[in-house]
């Protein structure tokens, strides 16, 4: 349990742990900045990839596979479960959660430029909390009833890539070829503003990729051959 402070940068949380109670990869009651980090895998009742009674700012930063206890569905947030205190999430993923990717029972929640999504089956939100949307926001069902900015798109599969897990950084998911997240993130200049995308992405590389930046944590790269000019 953090009661202080952490600021995680380029670094993974759990992949495998398990909580008897809450927070299988982080419980937070003190204040918690991640950045460019993942929180993958985890087992818990509650919150197992995130548990927040604090302050919690993720950024750039993926929370994949996380699931009750015995890799379960949980209906108790296993994505991040915020109990009280204030999260902020922009250019975040949520991914393959199997239960609710967020659960609001407490305090308030911000979300921005963010993929929420949960395995077929199971609701990409719960919860009765105050949660804002900050715009550019997909999830992939009808659930996340506080996505209600024009920008904001729900029940449509982000279409992502399998995770991607280097052996020196933070593990994420790309996006497809063709993948609604792609160039749907906030048109303004990234790093100009806090609801702005974030200047570049998980792997550092600069926003945006094509014309405009991406939901989520990482931007697609679309490779393009230039062949020369032939003329008689």
């Keep these: 349990m953090l009661v202080g402070s952490l600021e995680m940068n380029n670094s993974n949380l759990g992949n495998g742990n398990v909580a008897a109670q809450a927070g299988g990869g982080l419980h937070n009651s003190g204040q918690a900045a991640l950045t460019n980090s993942a929180v993958v895998q985890n087992q818990a009742d509650t919150g ?13 930063s993926t929370l994949s596979r996380n699931a009750g206890p015995g890799n379960a569905a949980s209906p108790n947030g296993p994505g991040l479960y915020n ?10 993923t949520i991914h393959l959660t199997i239960g609710p990717s967020i659960f609001a029972h407490g ?4 979300v921005g430029n963010t993929i929420i999504s949960s395995v077929s089956g199971q609701s990409a939100c719960g919860g009765t ?13 009808q ?20 995770i991607t897990s280097p052996t020196q950084s933070a593990a994420y998911h790309t996006p497809k070829l063709g993948s609604p997240v792609v160039d749907a993130g906030n048109p303004a200049l990234p790093g100009s503003s806090s609801t702005a995308c974030v200047a ?13 930046c991406d939901i989520g944590a990482v ?3 679309v490779y393009r051959i230039y062949l020369p000019l032939m003329t008689k």
């Design 129 to 141: 909390g105050e949660v804002n949307s900050n715009g550019y926001n997909l999830a992939s069902d």
């Design 107 to 110: 305090g308030r929640i911000s």
């Design 143 to 162: 659930s996340c009833t506080f996505l209600n900015q024009p920008s904001d798109v729900t029940g449509v599969n982000p279409d992502l890539n399998s």
């Design 200 to 212: 570049s992405d998980q792997r550092g590389l600069a926003r945006p990729q094509s014309r405009q």
């Design 219 to 221: 931007e697609i790269v």
């Design 83 to 92: 109990h009280s205190g204030e999260a902020t999430l922009n250019n975040v």
């Design 48 to 60: 197992a990839g995130i548990y927040n009674a604090g302050t919690l700012i993720a950024t750039n």
